[in-house]
């Protein structure tokens, strides 16, 4: 078990909708 990807993961995915939503509505 990789912890920390797991880690990574689930906060990454999370930025990279809110980069996404950011770019969308600016």
Do not use: A, D, N
């Not at 689930?10 to 909708?17: K, S």
């Amino acid at each position: 078990m990789h912890m920390k990807g797991i880690v990574l993961w689930l906060m990454g995915v999370p930025l990279i909708v809110i980069i996404l939503l950011y770019m969308f509505v600016f």
